[in-house]
């Protein structure tokens, strides 16, 4: 079974940074996509950002130019580099990956707060 495991994620002050990891349990280098969803308490899931099996990349409007997607196939993880951070940040970041059937980690809190 197919396991993703994401670390990363805290308290952060409004202007921080965090990076968060997502480790899978085989090869990512064949995953036709992966990438990152969050979920604010009381709001829907919503794609963050996501990479293609050949590197490219796209990430949702309000978070372009200051998150970054980001995969290393060698270690079989993911990276999502959160700069700039803002308090409408805050949630739950779930990775996922794609092999054909789609792969979820058990999510990491973000909060952005002073």
């Known amino acids: 079974q197919v396991q993703l495991v994401e670390s990363g994620g805290g308290l952060v002050q409004p202007g921080g940074s965090l990076k968060l990891s997502c480790a899978a349990s085989?090869?990512?280098?064949?995953?036709?996509?992966m990438g990152w969803y969050r979920q604010a308490q009381g709001k829907q899931r919503e794609s963050v950002a996501a990479?293609?099996?050949?590197?490219?990349?796209n990430h949702r409007d309000s978070v372009k130019g200051r998150f970054t997607i980001s995969r290393d196939n060698a270690k079989n993880t993911m990276y999502l580099q959160m700069n700039s951070l803002k308090r409408e940040d805050t949630a739950v970041y779930y990775c996922?990956?794609?092999?054909?059937?789609?792969?979820w980690g058990q999510g990491t809190q973000v909060t952005v707060s002073s």
């Open positions: 996922y990956t794609n092999w054909g059937t789609s792969y």
């Open positions: 990479i293609t099996i050949g590197g490219s990349t």
């Open positions: 085989r090869s990512i280098s064949s995953a036709d996509a």
